[in-house]
């Protein structure tokens, strides 16, 4: 969820408008990358004393919203504290990571009122249904610092694409990531079949295999003559330093063939694909 710089149809406390006057809403964030996940620490920093009752009285709440276009993860965390502390597993996030943060009405609120509303509402009969943002900051992109050894997965990033006649599937490799790109609205049915648990393996297996095999072939290859010049990518390095780490030698490399290593290098997403059939049908 990316705040947007719009007109609301009620006031919002933020810094790209007038709705309020000395009045401010910022928030800070700082991580630390564990074994098998990352710790996060919150620290709101609100300043207008009628925003803070309602977060008092529990007609309102802090809430942090991460989101991975990668590995479709999003999640909000809430507080009622202008601290907070909340850990994500590695495996569901990748290198980029975009934060936001707002202040969100929990409650329906009649009727209100603040001191330091801009004096166009001065005449404005105002209510919050609850779960409207009272408050925005627009946050950023975090890059986490990860082992160069990522899960292979983090290194894809499934992405939409708008041009008519779109490809049914396509690879892009000159990003930090692979970019897989799909047509608008079958991303749009994959990003909603992955909010469940048991399907999300499957649709990664399946739309993230052939890519990885196209990867591979670059990077196993090693194309000097390419002007491209992969290897400066991070995906590059994670695809290189996995197949070090399991021993591949160029000889064993041709042995076993792309489709194999793929396999291997994928090797959890494929154990949690598997585990993912047989809940559904075993």
């Given at each position: 969820m990316k705040i947007r710089q719009i007109s609301y149809p009620h006031p919002v406390l933020a810094?790209?408008?007038?709705?309020?006057?000395?009045?401010?809403?910022?928030?800070?964030?700082?991580?630390?990358?564990?074994?098998?996940?990352?710790?996060?620490?919150?620290?709101?920093?609100?300043?207008?004393?009628?925003?803070?009752?309602?977060?008092?009285?529990?007609?309102?709440?802090?809430?942090?919203?991460?989101?991975?276009?990668?590995?479709m993860y999003r999640e909000a965390f809430s507080s009622n504290s202008t601290s907070s502390e909340?850990?994500?597993?590695?495996?569901?996030?990748?290198?980029?990571?975009?934060?936001?943060f707002m202040i969100v009405a929990v409650a329906e609120i009649e009727n209100y009122k603040n001191d330091l509303l801009h004096e166009d509402?001065?005449?404005?009969?105002?209510?919050?249904?609850?779960?409207?943002?009272?408050?925005?900051?627009?946050?950023g992109t975090l890059i986490l610092e990860k082992d160069p050894l990522v899960p292979a997965k983090s290194i894809f990033n499934?992405?939409?694409?708008?041009?008519?006649?779109?490809?049914?599937?396509?690879?892009?490799?000159?990003?930090?990531?692979?970019?897989?790109?799909?047509?608008?609205?079958?991303?749009?049915?994959?990003?909603?079949?992955s909010r469940r648990e048991e399907v999300n393996p499957l649709l990664i297996s399946m739309y993230y295999l052939p890519a990885l095999m196209e990867a591979l072939i670059i990077v196993v290859e090693e194309d000097s003559k390419s002007e491209d010049h992969f290897?400066?990518?991070e995906w590059y390095k994670s695809l290189e330093l996995h197949?070090?780490?399991?021993?591949?030698?160029?000889?064993?490399?041709?042995e076993l063939g792309l489709a194999s290593i793929s396999?291997?290098?994928l090797a959890e997403v494929f154990d949690k694909a598997i585990d993912s059939l047989s809940s559904i049908y075993l």
């Open positions: 810094s790209f408008n007038d709705d309020y006057t000395r009045s401010s809403f910022e928030a800070s964030i700082d991580y630390k990358i564990g074994e098998t996940s990352t710790a996060f620490k919150i620290a709101y920093d609100l300043k207008n004393t009628g925003i803070e009752n309602l977060i008092t009285t529990g007609q309102a709440i802090f809430v942090t919203h991460l989101e991975c276009d990668s590995s909340f850990e994500v597993l590695n495996r569901k996030l990748s290198k980029q990571v975009d934060v936001t509402y001065e005449e404005s009969l105002i209510e919050f249904n609850k779960g409207t943002f009272i408050a925005v900051h627009q946050g499934i992405i939409p694409s708008d041009e008519k006649d779109a490809p049914k599937y396509s690879v892009g490799l000159n990003d930090d990531t692979i970019s897989i790109l799909l047509p608008r609205a079958t991303y749009n049915t994959i990003e909603e079949l290897e400066d990518f197949l070090q780490r399991m021993n591949l030698s160029d000889s064993k490399v041709e396999n291997m290098v």
